[in-house]
């Protein structure tokens, strides 16, 4: 199995409705979650941290962690065309490493 | 605006040639990280370093790939002999390994090889 676990897509939304973007993980004692955004033929760039159960905003994302689970959920709010990328979810497996661990991104286009 | 530098960012070359790849980290930065990208495995982590010291390099094919930091501004990342299936944009990143582990990445390097 897999570490990080994402829905490869393709997910479309439209304009202005709520994208929801979704991740499992298999290491329990995994500590940091991250989303990575990355536009087609460019580098992937951190949009969401999360390191504790719960939620937590920023602006139009909020992310979701729930370790119990091994979940970790990325939610953007009135969506818009610019939004369409690549979402990487990514892990830190191990305490005391620093290397994270990627899925292989789930494809979200937002149709104006 | 602080960032990572990647050459070359695109090459092609032939099978069995070497192909060398550099990167120069964020200034002050401890972390160093190589992965690969494809379509089929997304990303890939190759091998990491702190403080210039390699730490894991189990995702790398040991017999064809090195990674080496000779000084904290420059990254190398080799390829000897080259292979079609080493076609892949490479990236570099970097970060601090203290407190939260942000990876910054670079551009990328796209490798074809024929």
């Known amino acids: 199995q897999k570490e990080v676990e994402q829905n490869s897509g393709p997910l479309s939304v439209p304009e202005g409705a709520i994208a929801s973007l979704n991740c499992t993980y298999s290491?329990?004692?995994?500590?940091?979650f991250f989303w990575y955004r990355q536009y087609s033929g460019k580098s992937p760039e951190l949009i969401m941290s999360?390191?504790?159960?719960g939620d937590k905003e920023d602006g139009r994302f909020t992310a979701q962690l729930n370790k119990a689970s091994q979940y970790v959920s990325l939610l953007i709010r009135d969506s818009q065309p610019s939004d369409s990328a690549t979402y990487l979810c990514?892990?830190?497996?191990?305490?005391?490493?620093?290397?994270?661990?990627f899925g292989k991104g789930t494809k979200l286009t937002v149709n104006p | 605006d602080a960032r990572v530098t990647q050459t070359p960012r695109h090459k092609v070359t032939e099978m069995g040639q070497e192909v060398t790849m550099r990167c120069q980290p964020i200034?002050?930065?401890?972390?160093v990280f190589w992965y690969r990208q494809t379509m089929m495995q997304g990303l890939e982590l190759l091998a990491y370093?702190?403080?210039?010291?390699?730490?894991?390099d189990s995702g790398m094919p040991k017999d064809r790939f090195s990674a080496e930091m000779p000084d904290a501004t420059l990254a190398t990342l080799k390829i000897q002999p080259s292979e079609p299936r080493d076609s892949a944009v490479y990236f570099c990143?970097?970060?601090?390994?203290?407190?939260?582990?942000?990876?910054?990445f670079g551009a990328g390097s796209r490798l074809t090889v024929l």
């Open positions: 990143a970097s970060g601090l390994s203290r407190g939260a582990n942000v990876l910054t």
């Open positions: 290491d329990r004692v995994s500590q940091s």
């Open positions: 999360i390191y504790s159960n």
């Open positions: 990514a892990v830190n497996p191990q305490g005391g490493s620093e290397k994270l661990v």
């Open positions: 200034l002050g930065h401890n972390t």
């Open positions: 370093f702190r403080n210039r010291a390699p730490l894991d």
